[in-house]
């Protein structure tokens, strides 16, 4: 939990023989797995999508 995984890692993984042409597939797939797992935040689960960059505030290093 807690880490992110590249959409090439994923098809790497699962899909290693395949073309990789669109990353429809993989969203399909995620989508059932968020509906028929219940991975809502009411629930307590998340599985997000991360694009880019994320900034983050963090405490100074003390001197």
Do not use: C
């Not at 098809?11 to 991975?39: A, C, M, Q």
Request: glycine share 6%.
């Amino acid at each position: 939990m807690g880490s992110a995984w590249s959409r090439d890692y994923l098809y790497e993984r699962f899909w290693p023989d395949e073309e990789v042409s669109s990353s429809r597939p993989l969203d399909t797939h995620i989508y059932r797995l968020r509906n028929k797992l219940g991975l809502t935040a009411d629930r307590g689960w998340q599985l997000l999508t991360i694009y880019g960059y994320r900034l983050e505030s963090v405490a100074p290093a003390s001197e």
